[in-house]
């Protein structure tokens, strides 16, 4: 089992930058690859990034390649997600997950790979 808390979110604008984290509870942490995903009002919610159990395969999508990085650190039980350059676009609610399967080696965009999921943070964009 694996809970997951966000924080970092807040207000910036546009071409301002943000980093978000979430921490997870247990011992199991470096078992579960890691996901970002967002929501906006009325969408879907949508993949952003994913990073394997040891940090060192990553995976974005193409909208937010080259301004957002996704960084692990299992010692302390945590996932970030740097946000640079930011859009009013990029506006939405952020929430982190863990991979339903543990020690797996392909990292996933879909939502329904992932099994453990946070309450999310707000992230506003001002033009």
């Known amino acids: 089992q694996v809970q997951l808390v966000e924080s970092g979110g807040g207000l910036v604008q546009a071409g301002g930058s943000l980093r978000l984290s979430c921490a997870a509870s247990g011992r199991t942490f470096s078992r579960y690859a890691m996901g970002w995903f967002r929501q906006a009002p009325g969408k879907e919610r949508e993949f952003v990034s994913a990073i394997s159990r040891s940090g060192d395969s990553t995976n974005y999508v193409d909208s937010v390649k080259g301004r957002f990085t996704i960084s692990r650190d299992n010692a302390k039980n945590t996932v970030y997600l740097q946000m640079n350059s930011l859009k009013p676009e990029d506006a939405a609610v952020y929430y982190c997950?863990?991979?339903?399967?543990?020690?797996?080696?392909?990292?996933?965009?879909?939502?329904?790979?992932?099994?453990?999921w946070g309450q999310g943070t707000q992230v506003t964009v001002s033009s």
């Open positions: 997950a863990a991979d339903r399967r543990a020690f797996a080696t392909m990292l996933s965009a879909r939502t329904d790979e992932y099994g453990y």
